[in-house]
């Protein structure tokens, strides 16, 4: 995993999600201080390329003029070094603008949106569907490149079909978010989706992006089919992230990743301070992350795929028990059931049941692509 640091210029936010933990009120806006004090901070990290993804929060309510300084002196503060951008906002903020700042970094943007326009309302409020749409038309008009991320609830689960129409009908990358349990809230249970059920979804989504292969793209099954092919894990999720993902938050505090922004006790020091890897190693929050590492090797240790899953995220392992490493990532279920289904195929298309056809991939033949398709696919 290159390395990662997100940017969180705010936890405000104009929408009102129902299951949304990770936005605040009264928040702060980053200043352009921070900015530079960040670069000051990972000229004396580390050396290597760095991906900047904004978050939030809303990152866009730190409005045009925020961009239009801190993305140049992040990129040339930074040179010659590989920066790579990316942001992940509702877009109702977007103006023309802002998105021109944005194609001039070539920024791709993530935006939320839970599928067609009543189901989405439904769980976002009335209204984010038209204020999203109107923002990705000023993002298409600048040639930006928006892709939709869909969380998957308790309640739009059972619409995973119409969902995936939806996206397929409307020519939309699909990339699916599980609605997780969080530290920070009071009702979890209320929208987060079962490890068994999320399992299911992520079967059913492999079977429907074969069947429509070449007209829909589904982001995290491409990722989860290359964590298989690859022996290694693509995503976040799936490496140990502690140390080459790190947040930063409105006033400079540093914290392992955005799951953890706003909460004291995860803060591991401070962009001002410029600290080093081996002030951050003295926090609690990497010696706790660190052990989780630890601790998947041991719990993990027996599982066919340790090497591309690594037990999950260690912030979900640490939301049933309030902060502490006792177990691994409880989606651990579906991980499993959708890691054993691709190896299973991968398996019955390498080796198939017909002696003639032994070693021959199913995209060898088989006019219908499998998924050695889309492990093979670049991504
Ligand atoms: S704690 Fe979880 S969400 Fe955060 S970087 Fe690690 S794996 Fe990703
Ligand atoms: S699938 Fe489960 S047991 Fe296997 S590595 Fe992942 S979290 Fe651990």
């Given amino acids: ?7 969180i210029p705010t936890l405000g936010c104009p929408a009102n999600c ?7 009120k009264k ?5 352009i201080e921070t900015i530079t004090e960040v670069v000051k901070w990972l000229k004396s990290l580390r050396g290597d390329s760095v991906t900047f993804t904004f978050h939030g929060g809303e990152p866009l309510l730190a409005g045009a003029d925020f961009y239009m300084e801190a993305l140049p002196i992040l990129f040339k503060g930074l040179s010659p070094r590989k ?23 070539n920024i791709p943007i993530g935006s939320s949106l839970d599928g067609p326009k009543e189901l989405n309302d439904f769980q976002r409020g009335k209204g984010y569907y038209t204020k999203t749409m109107m923002g990705y038309e000023i993002a298409r008009n600048q040639g930006l490149n928006v892709r939709f991320i869909t969380t998957f609830t308790s309640h739009s689960v059972k619409f995973k079909e119409e969902i995936f129409n939806f996206y397929l009908e409307q020519g939309f990358t699909l990339k699916l978010h599980p609605c997780l349990p969080s530290l920070k809230g009071e009702n979890p249970k209320k929208w987060t989706i079962d490890p068994g059920e999320y399992g299911e979804l992520l079967i059913y989504l492999l079977d429907k992006y074969l069947e429509n292969m070449g007209k829909i793209e589904v982001m995290n099954i491409d990722h989860l089919c290359k964590c298989v092919f690859t022996g290694r894990g ?6 140990d992230c502690m140390g080459d993902t790190f947040a930063v938050g409105s006033e400079g505090n540093i914290y392992p990743c955005y799951r953890f922004v706003g909460m004291d006790e995860w803060i591991m020091g401070n962009v001002y301070d410029h600290p080093t890897m081996e002030d951050l ?3 609690n929050a990497w010696k706790c992350l660190n052990k989780f590492k630890e601790y998947v090797d ?24 309030g902060g502490e490493i006792r177990g691994i990532d409880p989606y651990c279920t579906a991980y499993k059931m959708i890691f054993d289904e691709i190896t299973k195929r991968f398996n019955e298309e390498m080796f198939g049941s017909c002696e003639m056809d032994v070693f021959l991939p199913q995209t060898m033949n088989s006019s219908r692509p499998g998924i050695m398709s889309l492990m093979r696919k670049k991504i």
Avoid: D
């Fill in 281 to 283: 190693s003295q926090s």
């Fill in 1 to 7: 995993m290159p390395f990662h640091v997100m940017i």
């Fill in 18 to 24: 129902s299951y949304c933990w990770s936005s605040e």
């Fill in 234 to 239: 693509t995503v976040c999720t799936y490496v």
């Fill in 298 to 321: 041991k719990e993990c240790g027996k599982c066919a795929h340790i090497k591309y899953c690594r037990g999950g995220c260690p912030y979900n392992a640490i939301v049933p028990t």
């Fill in 27 to 31: 928040s702060s806006i980053m200043s």
């Fill in 83 to 105: 920066i790579a951008f990316a942001i992940q906002t509702n877009l109702w903020k977007l103006t023309p603008e802002i998105a021109k700042i944005f194609a001039e970094y």
